[in-house]
């Protein structure tokens, strides 16, 4: 590969010009027309010469010796300045301090002359004591210091330095000169301004385009630094550019490091004094943003890539480290953007092989996002597709789909490429757009491809496959499929490459996220809930969406199998990682909402499960996919059923059984169930009798003790009894179907005047209610079971049992006061609320209004000190007044 980039040879000067004391050497720049006044670097020049040594280095242009003739013109004071301008020749020993002892003799110092030939320990005594005997300070300006080569003249000068305690050297240059700085340093002698002190900030930006009669808004100001780094030569020569335009902010956007003047400057002041081989170096680095000595070594097959890149570092050549510690550079932008201009027109062909090189040493070295940025650079599609499959990193574009950093890096990938990993691509990006439907279509054909080549696949794509597979299956699971496709899934997870693994932990989590809602989906709820529960327990950077996803979906089948306080801890947990990443309402847990919501109402904490309600229901509106919006419906119609409105009730889930896609098995048998049983209860036996017809071929104990209040309303009253016994006595029936089973063979006893039998249920459902504090079902036969807490004592402490804060009657309370005395019908009032009677309930006893009921309470909350009903509860039973 040749790579050339054509400047003039640098220029020369011979040891007879060098000698001759030029004049214009030791004049003080003037001050050009477009000068910015920088008020605070000049105090910080002023600080240092307050000390020995000052050292001023920085890219060509960005203003060293303006700033420096500004202050000698302003700042200097009672201070002689001698100010010498040096240059390439200046190096050689006489010539160096006959300009030195010239420019202090013009200052004004009384110095002996330096005769020609060598200056010798002697000599610079001679000079040192004169500089001593000197009654002020002097300050000695050498601009362009630094571009001297040879330790000779620095060792003289330090050795002046360390003679005469009123010499005061700046030195400035673009790379730091063979003095040894850091002894300075550890004495607190040097101060230091770099290229990043003296990057112009936006006052001063501001100022210099004005004073070229370009007036920029602050955005466009702003981009402009951005672009130039505050570069001083770049934004005059952009400025220079903007003159007379109509629209200088529109220029702001298109001006680059290839635009013709500012090419000339980096040409001229950086490039020409640049070997062939290190400009060939600079050309083929360009295509690199921030790099490493060993990535720039790979990409140009270069050894000495290390010492190549400090040396252009110790020069300033546009080239600067990145952060501390770590070796990363990095090119100023608009060098950067002219190398990279200058490359494709001398070498096209060889930007792919360069961008090709770098992605292969990146993607070795763990740097997939970058590798794959390289690759696609080169136009290799297909490669950075393997790249993302085979590092095992497909479930980050599952999770952030097109939006997320390797998913803009595929955003322009041409339609036409149909290689089986750029369809794998397709089809992550899709699902993790929310496009399921085109996901699947994407995967299948990649699977097509597949099974028609027939090599052997990697680890990566196999994997992949099992990952899209399981989604997949999750918006529509067959049960055999899933038990066939999960254990093999696990089996290859536990033998695939390590490191792979841990670079990408979200892989695993996702496997078992799709897992756990496949196996939702078919209706698996035990085996589900133990695989959402270990993808939670995954922790993966930037995974917090599968996370959440697998705690709302825990949350609501925990609900569902009757495990209360597992569902409201799961579900917090999945609002409090929302609350944290700052989640919109697009992207809120709908179903942790929703789960809170069945919780509270199980608990009959109406209050409660009401505001969640609300919370819920603009979260479940039209277009919301997952488990949400039909558990919403269930938990609404509950909640109707709970006022009485069974019909509204009715009309919830038969609008959810028909309107909501994509439910999962085992919450579309609940809402069946429900449905049925308020269909019943609304003597509707025909329709409910229908209903259960659809779930015949479901073994599962819910709807068995659905079909025997079924034959109860059908007068079957043994067959129900039957039916429920056998569900009653089974081993391992969720606790909310349990509880159904014995209330409904309490009603069954009780309607058979078997007060002993009936008993006995009730005592059987309050225990299975007790750990859980299920009181909605309770309530929803209560009317017709009351009376047989008549005379048994152990019931009753059951019943009241039920209550929240039960736990904590015999316990101390916290402060409990009553504010003043409660009337009989208040205590009243407080016993049915002990008893966790609904307001309308509690009106009936009393043959009182609700709102007189409601008054009642609120008398109660403000006597108590309460805020809520079972807090009143509480302090009463503490006050021993009920």
């Not at 040594?53 to 200097?76: E, H, N, P």
């Not at 921030?290 to 190549?308: C, H, I, K, Q, S």
């Not at 799961?570 to 847990?589: F, H, N, V, Y």
């Not at 004592?793 to 916290?814: C, E, K």
């Amino acid at each position: 590969m040749s790579i050339e980039l054509i400047v003039d040879p640098p220029r020369t000067y011979g040891s007879d010009q060098a000698s001759a004391l030029l004049a214009s050497k030791f004049v003080v720049p003037a001050a050009p027309p477009f000068m910015v006044s920088r008020p605070g670097l000049l105090d910080r020049v002023t600080e240092g010469v307050a000390g020995p040594v000052t050292l001023v280095t920085g890219v060509a242009g960005s203003g060293k010796t303006q700033l420096l003739a500004a202050w000698a013109r302003a700042r200097a004071g009672d201070r002689p300045v001698a100010w010498i301008t040096l240059e390439e020749g200046d190096e050689q020993v006489s010539t160096f301090w006959t300009y030195v002892a010239e420019g202090l003799r013009r200052a004004g110092v009384q110095v002996p002359s330096i005769a020609d030939g060598a200056v010798t320990r002697a000599v610079l005594g001679r000079l040192a004591a004169a500089v001593a005997d000197h009654p002020t300070d002097i300050v000695l300006i050498l601009d362009g210091a630094s571009q001297l080569p040879g330790p000779e003249w620095a060792s003289g000068l330090e050795f002046l330095l360390s003679h005469v305690d009123n010499l005061r050297v700046v030195l400035t240059g673009r790379w730091d000169p063979p003095l040894p700085l850091y002894r300075y340093r550890l004495a607190g002698e040097l101060h230091e301004l770099r290229t990043a002190d003296l990057a112009f900030t936006p006052a001063e930006a501001t100022t210099l385009l004005r004073l070229h009669g370009v007036d920029l808004g602050a955005d466009d100001t702003a981009a402009l630094l951005e672009h130039t780094e505050g570069w001083a030569a770049g934004i005059r020569l952009c400025a220079c550019a903007m003159q007379g335009s109509a629209d200088p902010g529109r220029l702001v956007q298109t001006i680059s490091g290839d635009e013709s003047t500012i090419a000339e400057y980096f040409i001229g002041e950086v490039l020409r004094i640049q070997p062939p081989q290190v400009r060939r170096f600079l050309l083929e680095t360009s295509v690199l943003d921030a790099f490493t000595p060993d990535l720039a070594g790979a990409v140009t097959e270069r050894p000495d890539a290390a010492r190549l890149l400090a040396t252009l570092t110790r020069e300033n050549a546009f080239i600067q480290p990145v952060g501390a510690g770590a070796e990363v550079y990095r090119y100023h932008r608009l060098f950067a953007e002219l190398l990279r201009a200058q490359l494709a027109w001398t070498e096209p062909e060889e930007v792919a092989v360069l961008h090709r090189r770098a992605a292969a040493w990146l993607v070795a070295h763990g740097q997939l996002a970058e590798a794959v940025g390289h690759a696609v650079q080169a136009g290799d599609w297909a490669g950075a597709a393997t790249m993302v499959i085979e590092d095992f990193a497909l479930g980050a574009l599952v999770i952030e789909g097109g939006g997320g950093r390797l998913g803009a890096l595929f955003a322009g990938m041409p339609a036409h490429l149909e290689e089986p990993e750029t369809l794998m691509i397709r089809a992550a990006m899709a699902h993790g757009d929310g496009d399921h439907a085109r996901a699947a279509e994407q995967f299948t054909h990649a699977s097509k491809l597949l099974s028609v080549r027939g090599a052997d696949d990697g680890d990566g794509l196999t994997a992949s496959c099992f990952l899209m597979r399981l989604l997949l299956l999750a918006d529509g699971a067959d049960p055999e499929q899933v038990a066939h496709l999960a254990p093999v899934a696990r089996t290859f997870l536990s033998v695939a490459p390590a490191e792979r693994l841990a670079r990408h932990p979200e892989l695993r989590m996702l496997l078992l996220a799709a897992e756990g809602l496949a196996r939702s989906g078919s209706g698996d709820v035990d085996e589900a809930a133990t695989v959402l529960a270990e993808a939670a327990a995954v922790t993966a950077a930037g995974a917090e969406p599968v996370r959440i996803s697998s705690l709302e979906n825990l949350a609501l089948i925990e609900a569902h199998r009757g495990r209360l306080a597992r569902a409201e801890a799961s579900a917090r947990q999945a609002i409090e990682l929302a609350t944290r990443r700052g989640l919109g309402k697009d992207r809120w847990p709908a179903a942790a909402e929703v789960a809170l919501a069945w919780v509270a109402l199980e608990r009959y904490d109406i209050e409660t499960a009401d505001r969640r309600l609300r919370a819920a229901q603009h979260l479940c509106a039209n277009g919301t996919t997952g488990p949400g919006p039909a558990a919403y419906a269930l938990v609404r119609a509950r909640r109707l059923q709970t006022r009485g409105e069974l019909r509204q009730a009715s009309n919830v889930l038969a609008a959810a059984r028909e309107g909501v896609s994509g439910t999962p098995r085992w919450l579309s048998r609940e809402i069946a169930v429900n449905l049925s049983r308020l269909l019943i209860a609304g003597g509707r036996v025909n329709e409910a009798s229908g209903l259960l017809d659809g779930w015949t071929d479901s073994p599962a104990a819910d709807v068995a003790v659905a079909r025997a209040a079924l034959l109860l309303a059908q007068g079957q009253a043994g067959a129900a009894h039957e039916v429920a016994r056998t569900v009653a006595d089974a081993a391992g029936v969720p606790a909310p179907v349990a509880l159904d089973a014995w209330l409904l063979l309490a009603m069954l006893a009780d309607g058979q005047d078997d007060t002993v039998g009936a008993r006995e249920a009730l005592r059987r459902a309050l225990r299975v209610a007790g750990p859980e504090s299920y009181r909605r079902p309770v309530h929803q036969v209560w009317s017709e079971l009351r009376r047989l807490l008549r005379d048994d004592d152990r019931l009753i402490v059951q019943y009241r049992a039920l209550s929240p804060g039960a736990a904590t009657a015999d316990g101390p309370v916290t402060d409990p006061v009553v504010v003043e005395q409660l009337s009989k019908r208040e205590l009243d009032v407080l016993r049915g609320m002990a008893e966790m009677l609904p307001t309308e309930e509690i009106a009936a006893s009393m043959y009182v209004s609700v709102n007189t009921v409601k008054t009642h309470v609120r008398s109660i909350l403000r006597k108590l000190s309460a805020s809520r009903r079972n807090e009143a509860v509480r302090r009463a039973r503490a006050l021993r007044l009920i």
